[in-house]
């Protein structure tokens, strides 16, 4: 029987892509900083990418199969294991992505299982399961090896809510239905009203059994099992919905999660591309004369629009960073430029494949951001105080944009039209740069940054969450034990993890 006193021990394994990684890497951290014993899962695909990044920057490194042997030395128990996903390494899970999520789908779980199997006879023994909410099996695993199941939600509350409430959306006409409605949706718990376009892509599809829609499907069933639901965001921002995601299950917002100490000095890579250095570049501009344009590790654009996005910056005159994955396209087509691209904007234009985002938004040249509008891009540019254009490409990215432009304001969207035009990106980008509603914009995202800040401070809403989140992982973990004397915790007392 476990010690009542133990420290707690949680395995936690992200998405593997990126925007999932980033955040379930910076909260392993706080939470080791916390007395829990973390061990970090990776695929040794994922693993195999960030090592060989770091390598190509650092021919020294030491550790490279440990990403948390730094985070040890200072003295944080935080233990590192690797996981096959089904796949071979040399295996393009870009390119056959669908394959690869079908993997994902039906047997990445007897890989992770076995895993887990392994890794209970820990010390002290594991009590807790964090994963990513896009998984299918996490309460099959907790409930076979008797563990606390928290499910990590990296994206707003308010994608979760919508997901979480599909079949509200199915039973009105607003999706999966023959002709799908497009007047205002106002009956999901929690959301005022959102437009049809504001939804997520894949609950916008008309085909909606593809393997993602799937996952999603699983994912959302399995979720009603979870003990703890934990999202990265912040109260102030999403409290209707948030009050209503916790009349369901225990959900606390803990976030913007960021590594700790110096924002802008991660305590490690945990990039799976080579990041190029740009601030010799970005020291040579004026202030917030530079516009970063990134969109991000994961969608793919089509052709016709990165060459009217490259002739619109082009006409604009604005100085610019340009972040172009090599498959930003696909795997197959990397040459997407118009001819003479690179030449004619040289003096003005630095195209790189991939950089240290967070070192290029903070830079005092940076003066706003073209964005497909993931969440940690989102959340990032906040922190920085850089508004944003908003162009979303995939998934979340499109309820994103609703709260960037719709509701907080502190942005404004790249293309009005079905298309993107190089006229539209040019005028757009000249007046979101140097026009009058520039200092609007930035005034407005320094008034949301307050409230992070506000959150992360000693007795903001995110701190006080995390430490009931952490104390509500304990009481389970108590009561899974057998050791539970009856005593409930404060916060279920009414049912709600907020804290007013």
């Not at 970090?40 to 042997?69: C, G, P, W």
């Not at 399961?129 to 499910?151: C, G, H, Q, R």
């Not at 172009?324 to 001819?339: A, C, G, Q, Y």
């Amino acid at each position: 029987m476990a010690n009542h006193h133990q420290k707690p021990h949680a395995i936690m394994i992200p998405y593997p892509y990126q925007g999932h990684i980033t955040p379930f890497v910076y909260l392993a951290i706080k939470l080791a900083s916390h007395g829990f014993t973390i061990t970090f899962v990776n695929t040794h695909y994922i693993h195999s990418k960030i090592s060989n990044s770091q390598s190509r920057e650092n021919s020294q490194m030491k550790n490279k199969d440990d990403l948390f042997a730094r985070a040890r030395e200072s003295g944080l128990d935080i233990r590192y294991a690797t996981v096959n996903d089904g796949f071979p390494l040399g295996f393009d899970r870009s390119l056959n992505h669908d394959q690869f999520v079908e993997g994902l789908l039906h047997v990445f779980s007897a890989h992770f299982d076995e895993l887990v199997g392994d890794l209970v006879k820990s010390d002290p023994p594991v009590t807790c399961l964090i994963a990513d909410t896009f998984y299918v099996w996490p309460a099959m695993i907790a409930e076979k090896y008797n563990l606390v199941y928290v499910s990590f939600w990296t994206e707003p509350a308010l994608v979760f809510n919508l997901y979480y409430h599909m079949e509200l959306l199915k039973k009105n006409g607003h999706f999966a239905s023959q002709d799908n409605r497009k007047d205002t949706i106002d009956y999901i718990p929690g959301v005022k009203a959102i437009e049809p376009r504001d939804l997520m892509s894949y609950l916008q599809a008309t085909d909606i059994w593809t393997v993602v829609h799937r996952v999603i499907y699983k994912a959302f069933t399995d979720i009603k099992k979870a003990d703890i639901i934990i999202c990265n965001t912040v109260q102030e921002l999403e409290f209707d919905t948030l009050s209503a995601l916790n009349k369901n299950q225990p959900t606390y917002a803990i976030g913007p999660i960021f590594p700790s100490g110096n924002f802008t000095k991660a305590p490690f890579s945990i990039s799976l591309w080579s990041e190029s250095d740009c601030s010799q570049w970005l020291n040579n501009k004026p202030n917030s004369s530079v516009l970063y344009v990134s969109f991000g590790s994961y969608a793919h654009t089509s052709k016709e629009d990165l060459l009217e996005i490259a002739h619109g910056l082009q006409l604009s005159g604005v100085n610019f960073i340009w972040v172009l994955r090599p498959d930003i396209v696909s795997s197959d087509e990397t040459d997407f430029l118009p001819v003479g691209f690179e030449e004619s904007i040289k003096d003005r234009g630095l195209i790189v494949p991939w950089c240290r985002q967070i070192e290029v938004i903070s830079h005092p040249a940076t003066g706003g951001f073209l964005t497909h509008c993931g969440w940690n891009s989102t959340l990032e540019s906040i922190w920085c105080g850089i508004p944003l254009i908003c162009f979303p490409l995939l998934t979340d990215q499109f309820t994103n944009r609703k709260l960037v432009v719709n509701d907080w304001k502190i942005g404004i969207n790249l293309c009005d039209k079905e298309r993107v035009t190089h006229e539209e990106v040019s005028e757009k980008v000249s007046h979101f740069m140097c026009g009058s509603s520039a200092q609007e914009l930035r005034k407005a995202v320094k008034e949301v940054r307050k409230t992070l800040e506000n959150a992360l401070g000693q007795d903001g809403s995110s701190e006080k969450n995390f430490h009931q989140f952490m104390e509500n992982i304990k009481v389970n973990a108590r009561k899974r034990a057998g050791l539970s004397n009856g005593h409930v915790s404060p916060l279920h007392q009414n049912g709600n993890g907020l804290v007013h």
